[in-house]
Structure formats: structure tokens, C-alpha cells
């Protein structure tokens, strides 16, 4: 997934299908967009910061960028390998914010923390680009569990894109309901909040989704 810096596209949208339900313009952080009198979202480039909030907001995910969608989101997901002979292992997809969470795991990396085997991560704009689709498509393709990785949320946030990592939260609901309509247990999803200085509690944290997933088992729909 190229990063925000490799994509200065703006937000397009697919307005033939758009439901002028507002989502987007009451998410957005920035106040960059707004409903015209037709009730179609107006970007105002000036204000939008590429951050893909919107994008995860839409729920009939309309809005995309030239090299940032859902579908890329998906098909990333759906090419992760899984080699054949490991159905018996946890299998953990990670979507990380791309501004603290990915570098404090490429800073694990580079520390040379030793870390589960069983996790493969997808970097996003900002947690807030991520929606329950996604979760479904990661649990489809056999994943056992997902971890969101984004900034701390709440009064004290670092969220680069101010609500982005809290807006997330807002939207686990969304993906309790994906995950009981799969009938799969809600503890496969784990919301984790890692600062860019947090590399010391990656690997402890993961380790505790591979715990999880020991406990609860491995995702029924694997290998189907
Ligand atoms: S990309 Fe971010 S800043 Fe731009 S319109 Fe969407 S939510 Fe607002
Ligand atoms: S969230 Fe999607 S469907 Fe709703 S107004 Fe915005 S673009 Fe249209």
C-alpha cells in the first residue's frame, strides 16, 4: 500500500451510488466536507488532509483514492499467503497505522525484538480508514484474529488526524456484528493502542491475540 506521501490524490466519489446519508461530512476531522443542496458531499481540497477517514466511513464505500480504497485494503488481505501445512497455526493480520504504529514495529524490528511468527501487517492511512469489511474479508480468507493498531484515543490522543484511532472504536461495533454474523467470537478483534515509542510492547501485545486465539481456537472458516 503506497502511504499518503506517495498518493496526493484527493477523496473521489462514486456519487451515482452515494445515499447522501452525511457520514462522511459529520467524520471528517477537518470540517473538509459538507453537503451541497443536492446532499452530495463537497470536498474542500484546502482543508482535506488525504487521511481516509471518510473512506471508512461511507457504508456503501464510495469514496476512494487513486491508490488508497477498500478494494486494495481487500485484495491486500486476500493475498497474504497462507503456505500450505499451516492451517494448524494462528494466523494474525495486523492493520497498523502507517504514522506510529508501522514505524514502532519496523523499530521492534530494527531493535531485533523477537516477536510471534504468526502475524503479517498491512500498513493504513490512519485506523479511522478501516471498516468492518475489511475484518470480514481478513476472518474469510482464514485470518483467526485482527489487530487494529492505531494511536491513543480520548482526551490525551496522538491521533495525527485528531478522532481517526477514536472513531474506530466507535465503529467496533460494526464489527461485533460482522463477527457474530460469521459466529465467531469478539475477542478475534483486538483494538491496540501503540505510540511510536511503544516498540517494547509490541511483541507482548501480540503475544496475548496468539493467547487469544489458542484460547478460543482457530477460525472455523480456515481453509474453505
Ligand atoms: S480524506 Fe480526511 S480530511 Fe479529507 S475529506 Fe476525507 S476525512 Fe476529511
Ligand atoms: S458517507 Fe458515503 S453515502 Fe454517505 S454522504 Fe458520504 S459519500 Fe454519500
Known amino acids: 500500500m503506497h502511504p499518503r506521501v506517495g498518493d496526493l490524490s484527493y477523496p473521489g466519489f462514486f456519487m451515482h451510488k452515494c445515499t447522501s ?110 471498516n468492518s469489511i475489511l475484518v470480514a474479508d481478513a476472518m474469510s480468507r482464514g485470518f483467526d484474529a485482527v489487530a487494529l493498531m492505531g494511536c491513543r484515543s480520548g482526551e490525551d490522543y496522538q491521533c495525527h488526524f485528531i478522532k481517526g484511532s477514536e472513531l474506530l472504536e466507535t465503529r467496533m461495533g460494526n464489527v461485533r456484528e460482522t463477527l457474530d454474523r460469521l459466529a465467531l467470537e469478539a475477542e478475534r478483534v483486538k483494538v491496540m493502542e501503540v505510540a511510536i515509542s511503544d516498540s517494547d510492547r509490541i511483541p507482548g501485545l501480540l503475544q496475548e491475540l496468539v493467547e487469544t486465539v489458542k484460547r478460543v481456537g482457530l477460525n472455523p472458516m480456515k481453509g474453505f
Not at 461511507?58 to 478494494?71: E, G, H, K, L, N
Not at 523499530?107 to 479511522?128: D, K, M
Open 21 to 130: 446519508c452525511g457520514r462522511c461530512t459529520q467524520e471528517c476531522p477537518f470540517g473538509a466536507l459538507e453537503l451541497d443542496d443536492k446532499k452530495q458531499p463537497v470536498l474542500n481540497t484546502s482543508r482535506c488532509r488525504r487521511c481516509g477517514i471518510c473512506m471508512g466511513a461511507c457504508p456503501v464505500q464510495i469514496i476512494s483514492f487513486a491508490d488508497y480504497s477498500v478494494d486494495m485494503l481487500s485484495a491486500m488481505i486476500r493475498a497474504v499467503e497462507i503456505p500450505e501445512g499451516d492451517e494448524a497455526k494462528p494466523r494474525i493480520l495486523a492493520l497498523a497505522c502507517e504514522n506510529d504504529a508501522y514505524p514502532a514495529l519496523d523499530i521492534a524490528g530494527i531493535n531485533r525484538l523477537q516477536s510471534t511468527a504468526a502475524v503479517r501487517v498491512i500498513p493504513v492511512r490512519c485506523l479511522g480508514s478501516v
